[in-house]
Nanobody, 122 residues
Framework: VQLVESGGGLVQAGGSLRLSCAASGLTVSRYSMGWFRRAPGKAREFITAITALSWRGGSTDYADSVKGRFTISRDNAKNTVYLQMNSLKPEDTAVYYC?????????????WGQGTQVTVSS
C-alpha cells in the first residue's frame, strides 16, 4: 500500500490549495480516508475524513478549525482523495498527511503517506 500526497506549497493568506492523495494497493472507496496535519512543535491534528462508500454512503467529518474552508472529496476512477483548502490562514501552515483506514467507518488509520508541506504567508 502506498499513499502519495502532492499539491503542497507556499501560498498567501486568503489563498487556496488543493492537495491530492494518490493511492495504490488499496481502493479508496472501500477505506475511510483522512487528512491530518502537524505544525512545527505541535501534535498531529485531525482535519477531515470521509468514510468508505459502504458506510452511510461516504460521510464526512471536519475539525472545527477548518469547517467551512476545507473540503474532502474522492475520485474513485482515479483512486485519489483530495483536500480543497480555501481561505487559508498562516495557522494552517503544517505538513499535511493522508491516511487510510480499513474499517469502513470512523476508526484507526492503518496506512499513512509521507506528507506534503503547506506554508501560508501573512
Amino acid at each position: 500500500v502506498q499513499l502519495v500526497e502532492s499539491g503542497g506549497g507556499l501560498v498567501q493568506a486568503g489563498g487556496s490549495l488543493r492537495l491530492s492523495c494518490a493511492a495504490s494497493g488499496l481502493t479508496v472507496s472501500r477505506y475511510s480516508m483522512g487528512w491530518f496535519r502537524r505544525a512545527p512543535g505541535k501534535a498531529r491534528e485531525f482535519i477531515t475524513a470521509i468514510t468508505a462508500l459502504s458506510w452511510r454512503g461516504g460521510s464526512t467529518d471536519y475539525a472545527d478549525s477548518v469547517k467551512g474552508r476545507f473540503t474532502i472529496s474522492r475520485d474513485n476512477a482515479k483512486n485519489t482523495v483530495y483536500l480543497q483548502m480555501n481561505s487559508l490562514k498562516p495557522e494552517d501552515t503544517a505538513v499535511y498527511y493522508c491516511a487510510a483506514g480499513s474499517i469502513p467507518g470512523p476508526g484507526e488509520y492503518d496506512y499513512w503517506g509521507q506528507g506534503t508541506q503547506v506554508t501560508v504567508s501573512s
